[in-house]
């Protein structure tokens, strides 16, 4: 699944750990007891989730619009899928 994504290494890389739920967010380092504030820092909206970082946070999605992908809910899809772990 993920040697077919056309990527440099770094972002497969960024992708399997997102997929693995293995990128410690706020939200992931709070539940462990760590002593941090759960909030994203970007926004200061909502919880630091994978899915959050990566596809809610209106700071994401500005930066998702300015790429060569762009954003939209229905381009996004995968991503939420892949996020969730489905």
Known sequence: MFQAIKAHPKVKVV??????????TL?????KR????????????SKETS?????DCPIARDCWSCSLVGYSRINASPLVIL???L
């Not at 760590?34 to 909206?45: D, K």
């Open 15 to 24: 992708v399997w750990k997102a997929y693995m739920h293995s990128i410690p």
């Open 27 to 31: 939200s992931d380092l709070y539940n």
């Open 34 to 45: 760590v002593n941090v504030v759960n909030i994203c820092p970007f926004c200061q909206g």
């Open 51 to 55: 899915l959050h970082l990566f596809v």
């Open 83 to 85: 996020l969730k772990g």
